[in-house]
T-cell receptor
Framework: SAVISQKPSRDICQRGTSLTIQCQVD?????MFWYRQQPGQSLTLIAT?????????ESGFVIDKFPISRPNLTFSTLTVSNMSPEDSSIYLC??????????FGPGTRLLVL | AQKITQTQPGMFVQEKEAVTLDCTYD???????LFWYKQPSSGEMIFLIY??????QNATEGRYSLNFQKARKSANLVISASQLGDSAMYFC????????????FGKGTKLTVNP
C-alpha cells in the first residue's frame, strides 16, 4: 500500500486568493493524480502529474487555474488560483503503484468565501 | 469513453444483514479494472476491493465481495453482516488498463445501516 499525506487538511480562503496544496507519498510513484470533489458530488479528475514533464489536464481544467508541480517521485503540489466560491471542494491526491490499486490522500477541504 | 452508473442514490440496511450496491459500467477497452471505495463523513476515500476484467473469480476482501458479471457489465458490491460503521458513501470506479490510467467514478450510493 501507499501512505499519502496532504497539507493543509482544510482551509478557508477569500475569493481572489490562491492556495497551494501539498501531497507527499511514502514511496516513489510514476503517476500522481489530482481529483476534485464538489459538495455532494462524485470525484472528477483535474490532472495527471508525471515527474519531469508537464501535467496533463482533463477537459474543463486549465493550467492557469490549477498549476501543478511534480519535482520528484514522492511529492506534488496543486495550486488553486484566483479562487471563487465555486472552487469550494475537497481536493484529493491519488497514486497507484500497481494495476490493481489506487490510493487516495485524506483530502483538503477548501471553503472559499 | 468509460462510464460508470450507480442507480441507487441511497440504500438502507439493518445491522447484521447483507446489502448489495449496484454498479454498471461501459467501456470499449477489453482490459480494465473495477474498484469500490468507501467515503465516510470524514471525506477520506478508503479502497475496498478490486476486480480485473480478466479475473476468473469474483473478488473478495473480508465482508466485501464483488459480484462481477462481465456480459452484463455489472460489478455489484456485496457487504455481508452490515455494521453501523458501514454507513457511508460508496463509489464504484473503473480504469482502462491499456489507456489513460485515470479512474472514472460513478455518482455514488449513500448507505445507511440501521440498528
Amino acid at each position: 500500500s501507499a501512505v499519502i499525506s496532504q497539507k493543509p487538511s482544510r482551509d478557508i480562503c477569500q475569493r481572489g486568493t490562491s492556495l497551494t496544496i501539498q501531497c507527499q507519498v511514502d514511496s516513489q510513484v510514476t503517476m500522481m493524480f489530482w481529483y476534485r470533489q464538489q459538495p455532494g458530488q462524485s470525484l472528477t479528475l483535474i490532472a495527471t502529474a508525471n515527474q519531469g514533464s508537464e501535467a496533463t489536464y482533463e477537459s474543463g481544467f486549465v493550467i492557469d487555474k490549477f498549476p501543478i508541480s511534480r519535482p520528484n517521485l514522492t511529492f506534488s503540489t496543486l495550486t488553486v488560483s484566483n479562487m471563487s466560491p465555486e472552487d469550494s471542494s475537497i481536493y484529493l491526491c491519488s497514486v497507484h503503484n500497481r494495476e490493481e490499486t489506487q490510493y487516495f490522500g485524506p483530502g483538503t477541504r477548501l471553503l472559499v468565501l | 469513453a468509460q462510464k460508470i452508473t450507480q442507480t441507487q442514490p441511497g440504500m438502507f440496511v439493518q445491522e447484521k444483514e447483507a446489502v448489495t450496491l449496484d454498479c454498471t459500467y461501459d467501456t470499449s477497452d477489453p482490459s480494465y479494472g473495477l474498484f469500490w471505495y468507501k467515503q465516510p463523513s470524514s471525506g477520506e476515500m478508503i479502497f475496498l476491493i478490486y476486480q480485473g476484467s480478466y479475473d476468473q473469480q469474483n473478488a473478495t476482501e473480508g465482508r466485501y465481495s464483488l459480484n462481477f458479471q462481465k456480459a452484463r457489465k455489472s460489478a455489484n458490491l456485496v457487504i455481508s453482516a452490515s455494521q453501523l460503521g458501514d454507513s457511508a458513501m460508496y463509489f464504484c470506479a473503473m480504469r482502462d488498463l491499456g489507456g489513460s490510467e485515470k479512474l472514472v467514478f460513478g455518482k455514488g450510493t449513500k448507505l445507511t445501516v440501521n440498528p
